[in-house]
């Protein structure tokens, strides 16, 4: 290296390396081990691990020593133990192995090769739990004692670096006769330790070796709690009595796995005793001969073969005895036992060293260093006695580890294993996405225990207590995994279940009451899972009865879980479910019975109907419609009507085209067809040849036969379709009257069964096989027959044998109506015309009067009156008319059908009216017109050979019926065509057709048909006067309306007389018609319309509006035509003098009064509109808009200033006069402003009354259509700006727009007594003279009260007017007494006017409960700002307080009395009552942010003295001195600055205090130090961190032998922990994965950058100009990590910590940056980093960077201006990239991790792991899939990129990223549409809806809120008001090919819409994080879920499983389907959510 190179070197770098500080360390493990019982099994668990067989717990209350009754002169170390402790004793001798051990945190010796890793725990972190009762532990074993003292503070002579000592009391001479004689000189200290055996060497024997071991914790005080760097818990003797009384009732289950320990003991020692008392015990019980045995096999795996892979099985029963004695001290000395209790339990253990993968993974070799041990087993807990009950067994097991853990199973077992857990022994470690290398190791090692030791292990412990008769029939299913899982099973304990099945599925292991296997079963016997059978329903007990008879075995389990379980892992398949008894009952035989027994189920005599129908119901329950014919063939479950049974069968497939093919020939019974079609395979012609034959003797014909299986269906019948069919045919029909099942009824009719099965409904196209099968053979293939419904029988005209004739039954009356019934219903479920055709013109069907019996054909001329009798009523009403009508018709030959065959119930269907015509009116001319077609057909015209008369009644026969029934169209065609209407031969004008002049000519013609093509018109009444307009038109002659109405519906048009006035009189009077060219006619003709208008609008709805519009009244002058509308009224005088005179109506209208009355209905104007006034104020507001737009461009010249005040008075005048005009006619245009005071009290109820019960909706709804108009009118004029309004302030300080417009809306405008709250929000009327009714100023607003969010934005405004109005006092060269003048005036003015405004606030504040919206505008408005008058300024809310010790001004400040008043106000603003420690501590930080911002000046030209005063340095001593004094503030968690002896702010730290004066600054140790203020105390420095020059000193002269008293000799003794051991620990916390890339996205995000980018290089960088020559190694491959955040002073610092960060004092930071970051030391052994100005390397091992040491393990080298680059090329080169080129500054920070090599990785103490390709591969394979999800939840980081970068390539190629696109607000706010949008924008609402609303909210405006103001913000702010935010969050995931560049198009884009609600909350959750012993724990009630939405614009992927989230994904599933994000307390590792039930304290 050059000398330049050198110089350069030692300039740019410094010293800079992660160090440990232990009690830090000692900390960070006790929020990791939770208080409670957690502590006591630690204690335990060592005890086991050192082969004790006893262990005892004592509370020891503190001894009375002898000769020390002063306790004031104690020394320090005697002070602080001689309160009550916690003795803890066992059995076994520290070795010297445990010595060590106990020395080293987190580097536990119990895992080394001679333990075999079968030891639990790990002694050196375990042990540290204890430090939660006590700051000075401290135990005897052998001949020495040992006490700890983390703190070095109380012990005399501690070694900071090694702070603890041990004492050897041996009986040796010499040396070791101190130790004893130490021992005896503090007996507060060593007296608790005499106990259990234990003299101390004090003892008769005198050798003092103490066989055992015995620790004792001096509990934590109350006063040393306060002052503790461990832990701020106190504890106290009562409160470890109940913690071991929690021992004492969980102790039997602590010994079940124990390898070593058989008894524990709780005893309690008096004061006043000797001695301690046994209070309880617990203790293994066993037979003499078998201890030995047991004693083996417990401690099994101590002493196991590691050669065999063999499984050993290594079962046992455990009896366990538990004793408690209850003692009473009655004092004296005197003791009182009360009542005792004992109780016993018994255990069966099965354990197993051994088996399937978990061995193949023990005895890996590249796991070897994990020392993982295969053994594990399981226990249940099992009646003591015969005991048939199920109570004795565990119903939520525990996972053990040798000792029960927090984490419950819901097994009826526990289990154990030699599984890898957390550090702290709370959680089994367990998969997740995010991991690999040893971190997926242990998870599968934790699954390959349960899944291959545990798994086996439960099958055996059943198996044993089954075969053992441990359990029995009625209680064996406790021992059985019954519960339902969480997560679905997908857990190891899931993992456990699954395995567990699987394995006892063909083990004997179920019982069943079976009689069925052998002869000798009746009492029933074990079964194995596979050949059992489950109830498909446990209820179903017919179904039981059933299988009983059918001799099939059942296991009905008593947990319906179990048999859920037995089904869901296959461990049982078959259940008698329906499938299963179908598939049975489908197979079976029929059973034949014997002398025994009755046969099967289906030959039972009397039930085997009963039995078939209910299989049959029973095995359609889960049969799908498809499913009949593969399901049901074969099974024999017909009940036929004859009581036999039917089998279910396919009928083979019919050829559907060839059966239409068939039925379109004429063969219209389809069964024969389908029958013909399958005996002739579908053959049309042979099936036609066989019908044929069937047809060619109708009278041969026998259908009843029994149906051919296989061919024929068995036919569904029910109620008259089976009374149809003969009795012979019972064997062929199922008969559905007898079946009552309901749903057995619907399957029989389902469609679905009949096209599969071999049963069949009879549906309507089944019409003609049942009418054939039904009617007399003699009646088929004649058209009509003869038929005497009297006569009983007749003959057939042929037989089948040809014999004599032989008689049938003749159908009688009651016949026809059951084969109608069945043909009305038939036809009416189908709606095709075709069922009626198939019976039609075939059968003999239709019954008539006549005497004969016809076919169903319209040709028959067959008419039905009998429907008029059964319809009743209206066609009844006119007989005679009916008996007329039927003669004229029975003339024509129509035949009438019989009135008593149709079923009077039934409605007939329109298609069989084409048959019978029915009689309604268009029967009637359908059936008269077959008759004339008829008739005609045989040359004869009945109609046209009738007379008038007939013609005429016909007439009026259709139309008397046209008005109870509606025509037809095409019946109404066919009527026209029939001449009976009258009709005009001419048209009317006044002459004949001959000339003559008549009266009313009229010739009547004859009858004449209404033919189509003409258009005739109807007008009634018509007059003379009206005939003159009908000359255009035909018109029929009409008597009545009953004629009027009969026309117009066959065609004719009525007119009515609005219309015929509208369309005819109008139109021709506007246009000048020659029809009424005479004025006087035509005016007469408009004064008939106008006096008749009420009654034509009342016709016609609008004709009033029509004639309003038309053009038909005369003006006055020209009298030209006008409309009504558009006239005024002559009588109003107001507008006579601004109308015209044509404005006006003609003389001949307005002298006659009902003439003008009715012009003023139609519109005459009689008044200015609304519209004109609103016009006149809509061009005031215009000029005045203009006036403003205009003062803001035009320069401020004296002329422009006249021309705009003139400008503005006329505006201004303008308004005025309207003003005026409007307060004059108040009453005119807002009638609702008149008084109604002259009503009396009854004369308004009576109106009330009256309009409730008179007033017509119409005029209700007019009404209100006028109230809305009136309401939309008068909000125009509000909001019109047509007011004036003064410009100008009226006083100099009040607050003021900057422009002002002359004119406003009245809504915007105050009067003057309001203007000091509300004159920035609203403008000040400036009315002159004008006088103002109080009504105009209520509709104005003027008397409301002013919306309370513009009188905070007043005192908004007001505050920063105040300070704009100093600013610019303060710079006037007035003089400074002037100055002053004008400030005090100020100052009065606003004291005068604000309390006005206070006074408002706190009205509103002391109504929050029911005012919490305004509440929150109020804060909303003024949160964050000056509001607070202190009497000269306004300060913030949060720097002010009821009262304060120290005058803190001015960053502090004291309420004025003239403000604490308001309280209410001031509550809502959360101002304390007094500022905290915290509160100081923010001062200290701005007054240093402050002091940076002033220049530094020169005093003396030698000190560096900041341009600050000394009252200022004075308050910061004295905040300083404020803050040490505060005991319950943990003050090493703060950053608290201190002035120097210069007056510097530096941070209490990084500084020392002078106690060792005697010595110069000069010398070497005390040089370059920095000094604090000197007026501070050595105490108070010792409290706020600063350090002591003597301690630092003596640690850089460090021995390992301190004397600690004056003659005893002694070791130096106390823990410690490597930095590279603390590493290597940490890595195994944080496993191996994604996750450490995420640890860096989440301190990216703590940092606020907004990108984050990794590269994966893979580059080889040059090795020759390097920092040093072992940098070598580190030139090649790395990962790079990237973001736009840039680090400060205080994150280098932090990042050189571990475990002991300032971010844990900030509330919104995620991360713990000592902890998370270390874990990059998977990949590397040398992380470094560059940021701002510097370059950053880490070097644990102090081996490759040069420089670093053991006190700073790594550099700092400040690259920027410098020419590092250009001297050290090779080494700056890796990191220029991503915008770094290592010479100016980097905005930005990358990290850079360089993979280890073979070398390096083989020589690293942290961990040996190397990153190869398949590592890389892994890594980014893994964070792919977790990187869209990273990102939901943050804060800032809204990008994440994954980069690759090849060996060859010149820069990295993007892989994939992940993005939030966007971030939508949903405004939810209610009240949002309350406030305009100017306020809208002033207020700050929109926070509340932003992302970060809740971090802004916790972190506070402008300087860093204190943690006590922000708690006490939190607690006092309304839940209501606390932050919620509601966003759609859309993430981009795009991804790359290898060989895509970014310009290309990505292979795969994920665009996911996710729905985030977030909140920060109330109720418990806030209550806790506020209490003040919480402070610590720093809890936030926060949280948030996140629903997916759409993945790329459609639904998301189906059953989605949510994460558990810490603002980053946690491997934790919820079970739900959504994201769960929380302020979650976790493990240290960040991978568990803090949970357990044995905890107490803190955790």
Request: aromatic residues 8%; proline residues 4%.
């Amino acid at each position: 290296m050059s000398a330049s190179a050198s110089v350069s070197w030692d300039n740019a770098a410094q010293e800079f390396g992660q160090k440990v500080d232990l009690t830090v360390r000692l900390r960070e493990i006790l929020r990791n081990y939770p208080e409670g019982l957690s502590i006591l099994k630690e204690i335990i668990q060592n005890s086991d691990d050192a082969g004790a067989r006893t262990v005892r717990f004592c509370t020891a209350e503190p001894r009375r020593s002898r000769g020390t009754n002063n306790d004031n002169n104690l020394d320090v170390l005697s002070n602080a133990m001689k309160g009550p402790s916690l003795l803890a004793y066992n059995s076994a001798k520290f070795t010297k192995t445990d010595f060590q051990s106990i020395q080293q945190i987190g580097e536990s010796l119990k895992k080394d090769a001679k333990n075999k890793g079968t030891k639990t725990g790990r002694f050196g972190v375990g042990f540290n739990s204890t430090y939660h009762l006590t700051d000075l532990p401290m135990f005897v074993s052998g001949t020495k004692v040992v006490i700890f003292d983390p703190q070095a503070k109380y012990v005399p002579g501690i070694n900071p670096a090694n702070p603890g000592k041990m004492i050897d009391f041996s009986s040796n001479k010499g040396k070791n006769e101190n130790g004893r004689n130490l021992v005896k000189s503090l007996p507060f200290v060593f007296d608790p330790l005499k106990v259990f055996g234990c003299d101390l060497g004090l003892g008769l024997k005198g050798d003092g070796d103490f066989n055992g071991t015995l620790f004792r914790y001096a509990l934590r005080t109350h006063e040393q709690a306060k002052i503790s760097r461990l832990s701020r818990q106190s504890h106290s003797i009562d409160k470890m009595r109940d913690l071991l009384k929690q021992l004492a009732s969980v102790a039997p289950e602590m010994l079940i796995f124990l390898k070593n320990v058989e008894r524990i003991e709780i005893y309690d020692w008096k004061s006043t005793e000797e001695e301690p008392t046994l209070l309880h015990e617990t203790y293994i019980t066993t037979q003499k001969n078998n201890h030995g045995t047991l004693k083996k096999k417990r401690a099994f795996m101590l002493n196991y073969d590691t050669s065999s892979n063999k499984p050993t099985a290594v079962d046992y029963i455990l009896d366990i005895q538990s004793n408690s004695t209850g003692v009473q001290d009655e004092g004296e000395g005197k003791k009182n036992k009360t009542s005792s209790s004992s109780s016993s339990s018994r255990w069966i253990v099965c354990n197993q060293l051994g088996g399937g993968h978990a061995s193949v993974m023990a005895n890996d070799s590249e796991l070897s260093h994990m020392k993982l041990v295969p053994y594990g087993g399981v226990a249940a807990r099992i009646p003591c006695d015969d005991s048939t009950s199920s109570s004795n067994f565990i119903t939520d097991g525990k996972a053990y580890c040798f000792l029960p853990l927090p984490i419950n199973t819901e097994l009826p077992i526990h289990i154990n294993g030699y599984f890898e857990l957390s550090s702290n022994r709370r959680d089994v470690w367990s998969y997740g996405s995010d991991m690999a290398g040893d971190g997926k190791a242990r998870a599968k090692w934790n699954e390959s225990i349960v899944q291959d030791i545990a798994a086996p292990s439960y099958i055996r412990l059943v198996q044993k207590a089954i075969r053992a008769n441990l359990v029995t029939p009625e209680n064996y299913e406790s021992l059985f995994p019954l519960k339902t899982m969480k997560n679905n099973g997908d857990d190891i304990w899931g993992t456990l279940c699954r395995e567990f099945y699987k394995g006892i599925r063909d083990l004997p292991v179920l019982f069943s009451e079976c009689r069925a296997v052998t002869a000798d079963d009746e009492n029933g016997q074990w079964v194995k899972p596979s050949k059992s059978i489950l109830p498909h329903n446990e209820k179903d007990t017919k179904l039981m009865e059933i299988l009983a008879l059918e001799k099939l075995p059942l296991v009905i389990p008593n947990n319906k879980e179990l048999k859920e379980n037995l089904l869901k892992y296959k461990t049982c398949t078959i259940t008698a479910s329906p499938a299963n008894i179908r598939k049975y009952y489908s197979r079976r035989k029929p059973k034949n019975k014997n002398n025994n027994d009755t046969g099967g189920s289906l030959e039972h005599k009397e039930k085997k109907i009963e039995y078939a129908q209910y299989l049959l119901s029973y095995c359609l329950q889960d049969l799908s419609k498809n499913q009949y014919n593969t399901e049901l063939s074969g099974c024999q479950f017909i009940p036929l009507a004859n009581g036999t049974l039917g089998t279910f069968c396919v009928l083979p497939k019919h050829d559907e085209n060839a059966l239409k093919q068939l039925q379109k020939m004429g063969f219209a019974e389809k069964l024969s067809c389908i029958h013909a079609l399958r005996t002739t395979g579908n053959n049309v012609d042979e099936a036609m040849e066989s019908l044929l034959q069937k047809n060619s003797s109708p009278n041969d014909n026998n259908d009843n036969s029994a149906p051919i299986i296989g061919l024929d269906p068995y036919l569904i019948c029910e109620k008259d379709t089976a009374s149809l069919l003969t009795p012979n045919a019972s064997n062929t029909i199922v008969n559905l009257d007898q079946i009552k099942d309901l749903n057995l009824k619907l399957f029989f009719r389902s469609r679905e069964a009949h096209q599969q099965l071999n049963i069949l409904s009879i549906t309507p196209d089944m019409l003609a096989d049942v009418v054939a099968r039904s009617i007399p053979i003699n009646w088929r293939g004649n058209e009509s027959a003869p038929w005497d419904p009297s006569q009983k029988k007749i003959k057939k005209s042929n037989n089948n044998s040809g014999d004599d004739e032989c008689e049938c039954s003749w159908p009688d009356v009651q016949w026809f109506v059951d084969l109608w019934r069945f043909i009305l219903c038939s036809s009416s479920s189908n709606t095709d015309f075709d069922i009626i055709h198939t019976i039609a013109e075939r059968y003999c069907i239709v019954p008539t009067q006549q005497g004969i019996v016809c076919t169903l054909s319209p040709g028959a001329s067959v008419i039905d009156f009998s429907s008029n009798q059964n319809n009743g009523g209206v066609h009844n009403q006119n007989k005679h008319e009916e008996e007329n009508i039927t003669k004229i018709l029975v003339s024509l030959g129509v035949r009438i059908f019989h009135h008593e065959v149709f079923p009077k119930d039934l409605v007939i269907p329109k298609a069989l009216w084409s048959y019978i015509f029915e009689p309604t009116i268009d029967g009637v001319i359908k059936v008269m017109d077959t008759a004339l077609r008829r008739e005609s057909s045989m040359g004869r015209n009945l109609l046209d050979q009738a007379g008038n008369e007939t013609e005429s009644e016909l007439f009026t026969y259709f139309c008397n019926r046209s008005q109870r029934e509606k025509i037809s169209k095409h019946c109404k065609v066919m009527l026209r065509n029939y001449p009976i209407f009258e009709s005009y031969s001419c048209d009317y004008d006044g002459t004949s057709s001959h000339g003559e002049t008549k009266e009313e000519t009229r010739t009547p013609q004859s009858f004449v048909p209404m033919k189509a093509g003409k258009v005739w018109y109807i007008l009634e009444d018509a007059t003379k006067e009206d005939k003159a307009f009908m000359t255009t038109s035909d018109f029929l002659v009409c008597k009545n309306k009953r004629e009027v109405d009969f026309l117009v519906q066959l065609g004719a048009k009525k007119m009515s007389r609005s219309n015929f006035y509208k369309q005819l009189v109008l139109p021709s009077i506007a246009a000048g018609s020659s029809v009424c060219n005479e004025e006087e006619i035509k005016n007469a003709m408009i004064a008939k319309i106008l006096l008749n208008t009420s009654s034509l609008e009342i016709e016609n709805p609008g004709f009033s509006e029509f004639l309003s519009k038309s053009k038909c009244i005369p003006s006055a002058m020209t009298k030209t035509l006008n409309a009504p509308c558009d006239l005024y009224d002559p009588e109003v005088s107001q507008l006579i003098n601004l109308m015209s005179d044509d404005s006006f109506p003609y003389e001949y209208f307005t002298e006659q009064p009902d003439l003008l009355f009715s012009l003023r209905k139609l519109g005459l104007q009689t008044k200015l509109s609304w519209d004109v006034i609103l016009d006149c104020a809509r061009s005031i507001e215009k000029e005045g808009t203009r006036i403003i737009s205009q003062q803001q461009d035009v320069d401020n010249s004296e002329n422009g200033e006249i021309e705009e005040d003139s400008k503005r008075s006329s505006a201004k005048a303008r308004g005025k006069e309207l003003l005026l005009f409007l307060d004059m006619y108040k009453e005119t245009y807002f009638p609702e402003m008149k008084k109604k005071s002259h009503e009396s009290r009854s004369s308004v109820l009576f109106r009330k009354v009256n309009n409730a019960l008179f007033a017509s909706d119409s005029s209700v709804e007019q009404k209100k259509r006028e109230k809305q108009l009136q309401m939309s009118r008068v909000q125009q004029l509000l909001s019109i700006k047509w007011m004036p309004v003064h410009t100008k302030p009226p006083s100099p300080f009040l607050p003021w727009p900057q422009h002002c417009n002359p004119v406003e809306s009245p809504v915007n405008t105050i009067t003057s007594d309001k203007m000091w709250i509300a004159s920035y929000s609203k403008r000040l009327v400036d009315k002159g003279d004008v006088h103002v009714s109080i009504e105009l100023q209520r509709m104005f607003g003027w008397l409301n009260d002013v919306p309370i969010e513009e009188v905070a934005l007043q005192l908004k405004m007001m505050s920063k007017s105040f300070d704009m109005m100093s600013r610019d006092i303060n710079n006037k060269d007035e003089g400074l007494e002037k100055n002053v003048t004008l400030k005090n005036t100020l100052c009065q003015k606003i004291t005068s006017e604000v309390g006005r405004i206070y006074h408002i606030l706190d009205i509103v504040a002391g109504r929050r409960s029911e005012a919490e919206y305004e509440c929150g505008v109020i804060k909303s408005m003024l949160y964050g700002e000056k509001w607070l008058w202190m009497g000269n300024a306004f300060v913030e809310s949060e720097h002010v307080a009821f009262t304060n010790n120290v005058n803190a001004s001015p960053y502090l400040f004291t309420v004025p009395q003239s403000v604490s008043c308001f309280k209410d106000l001031l509550a809502i603003f959360n101002v304390r009552k007094t500022f905290g420690s915290s509160d100081y501590c923010s001062v200290l930080s701005r007054m240093a942010e402050e002091q940076k911002q002033k220049p530094k000046v020169d005093k003396d030209n030698h000190n560096n003295t900041h341009s600050w005063s000394d009252e200022k340095t004075d308050l910061a001593v004295n905040l300083v001195q404020k803050i040490s004094d505060d005991d319950r503030l943990r003050l090493k968690d703060f950053e608290i600055y201190a002035p120097t002896t210069t007056g510097e702010m530096v941070l209490a730290n990084t500084m020392v205090y002078d106690d060792a004066p005697w010595l110069s600054k000069d010398l070497g140790g005390k040089k370059d130090l920095i000094y604090v203020h000197n007026k501070l105390s050595a105490a108070v420095c010792d409290k706020i961190g600063v350090k002591s020059v003597r301690k630092i000193l003596l640690q850089s002269n460090q021995t390992d032998m301190i004397k600690f008293g004056d003659s005893v000799v002694h070791e130096a003794f106390g823990q410690s922990e490597a930095l590279t051991r603390r590493l290597k620990n940490i890595i195994e916390l944080y496993p191996e994965g994604p996750q450490q890339l995420s640890e860096l996205i989440q301190n990216a995000d703590d940092a606020q950058a907004t990108v984050v980018k990794f590269v994966v290089s893979k580059k080889q960088h040059k090795k020759s100009s390097l920092l040093g020559q072992n940098m070598t190694e580190w030139q090649g491959a790395g990962l790079y990590c990237y973001n736009d955040a840039t680090f400060t002073a205080s994150d280098f610092e932090n990042l050189s910590k571990i475990g002991q960060a300032s971010k844990l004092q900030k509330l919104v930071t995620t991360g713990r940056f000592g902890l998370g970051f270390n874990s990059v030391f998977h990949w590397t052994d040398v992380p470094s980093l560059v940021s701002g100005d510097y370059l950053v390397m880490f070097d644990p091992h102090t081996k490759y960077v040069p420089g670093a040491t053991d006190a700073a393990r790594g550099i700092k080298i400040r690259f920027a201006g410098s020419d590092l680059v250009e001297t050290f090329p090779d080494q700056m080169s890796p990191y220029m990239k991503l915008g770094c080129d290592m010479k100016r500054r980097f905005d930005g920070t990358l990290f850079r991790f360089p993979f280890r090599n073979d070398k390096t990785s083989a020589e690293s103490e942290i961990s040996k792991k190397q990153f190869g390709e398949d590592e890389i591969g892994e890594l980014l394979e893994g964070f792919k899939k977790v990187a869209s999800k990273v990102i939901l939840f943050l804060r800032h980081v809204k990008k994440v990129e994954v980069y690759v970068e090849e060996d060859d390539e010149e820069g990295p190629k993007l892989l994939y990223s992940a993005n939030v696109a966007r971030r939508s607000k949903i405004v939810t706010r209610e009240n949002a549409g309350y406030l305009s949008s100017s306020l809208a924008a002033s207020l700050r609402l929109q926070p509340s809806n932003d992302w970060n609303a809740i971090a802004n909210f916790v972190a506070g405006s402008g300087f860093k809120m204190s943690k006590e103001a922000f708690y006490s913000k939190l607690m006092n702010t309304s839940e209501n008001q606390l932050p919620r935010t509601k966003h759609i969050v859309t993430t981009n995931f795009v991804e790359f090919n290898d060989d895509n560049t970014e310009d290309k198009n990505p292979t795969m884009n994920v665009s996911d819409q996710y729905l985030i609600c977030q909140a920060l909350g109330g109720g418990e959750c806030r209550a806790m994080a506020c209490q003040p012993e919480n402070f610590d724990l720093k809890f936030l009630p926060w949280a948030g879920i996140a629903v997916h939405i759409s993945r790329n614009g459609q639904d998301p992927p189906k059953n989605q499983r949510g994460n558990a989230f810490c603002f980053l994904p946690l491997p934790a599933e919820t079970g739900f389907p959504v994201h769960i994000n929380g302020y979650f307390e976790l493990s240290a590792n960040r991978r568990d959510i803090w949970i357990g039930d044995d905890m107490s304290g803190s955790g």
